[in-house]
T-cell receptor, first 114, second 115 residues
Framework: AQSVTQPDIHITVSEGASLELRCNYS??????LFWYVQSPGQGLQLLLK??????LVQGIKGFEAEFKRSQSSFNLRKPSVHWSDAAEYFC????????????FGTGTQLKVEL | SAVISQKPSRDICQRGTSLTIQCQVD?????MFWYRQQPGQSLTLIAT?????????ESGFVIDKFPISRPNLTFSTLTVSNMSPEDSSIYLC????????????FGPGTRLLVL
């Protein structure tokens, strides 16, 4: 069965600093990969997704993620964090062709210090 | 992406009662999904709802506890029946991209507290 690991439960960064959120997956083939963000009291918003092709994916709000097959990872990055980025971030995977079978990681709570 | 609304946005309920959550989409979609997010936990898929057919439930979830309706292509309801404090969660609906791009978009969620 597929699984997703987000090893960092909480991360605190200073505004303007760079950010990297880790995501590792376990799946037999190349899955579809997603990053969602959940702001306090809000639903989930899709930041970016990877299906195939270029392994560096650009998303909304200045986020990017890199798929590394050899490491089974799909880490999310942002070069300069803004206070409004404080939220919970979820990595999710789905089997190829099975985008309706999302498996979510446990999430990483991001705190931004001013 | 689709615009999704849910009602109610939050509720406090007594144990033993039932609550029906509504999910409305601004465009016709084939597949709608219901998730549960327990406090401090990640999202777990409850069931998939296609219009015109019975919902498909994931392991650990049963129709008697979480009956789902899907009367048309823009609307679905999830009922949480005979509630207990363990049902306190955020319930989210999502829809698959209507262009078939294997991507889900989520509603704002319903925050349920059962006393």
């Amino acid at each position: 069965a597929q699984s997703v690991t987000q090893p960092d439960i909480h991360i605190t960064v200073s505004e303007g600093a760079s950010l990297e959120l880790r995501c590792n997956y376990s799946y037999g083939a190349t899955p579809y990969l997603f990053w969602y963000v959940q702001s306090p009291g809000q639903g989930l918003q899709l930041l970016l997704k990877y299906f195939s092709g270029d392994t560096l994916v650009q998303g909304i709000k200045g986020f990017e993620a890199e798929f590394k097959r050899s490491q089974s990872s799909f880490n999310l990055r942002k070069p300069s964090v803004h206070w409004s980025d404080a939220a919970e971030y979820f990595c999710a995977v789905a089997p190829e062709g099975g985008g309706n079978k999302l498996t979510f990681g446990t999430g990483t709570q991001l705190k931004v210090e001013l | 992406s689709a615009v999704i609304s849910q009602k109610p946005s939050r509720d406090i309920c007594q144990r033993g009662t039932s609550l029906t959550i509504q999910c409305q989409v601004d465009s016709q979609v084939t597949m709608m999904f219901w998730y549960r997010q327990q406090p401090g936990q990640s999202l777990t898929l409850i069931a998939t709802a296609n219009q015109g057919s019975e919902a498909t439930y994931e392991s650990g979830f049963v129709i008697d506890k979480f009956p789902i309706s899907r009367p048309n292509l823009t609307f679905s309801t999830l009922t949480v029946s005979n509630m207990s404090p363990e049902d306190s969660s955020i319930y989210l609906c999502s829809v698959e991209d209507r262009r078939g791009l294997e991507t889900q978009y989520f509603g704002p969620g319903t925050r349920l507290l059962v006393l």
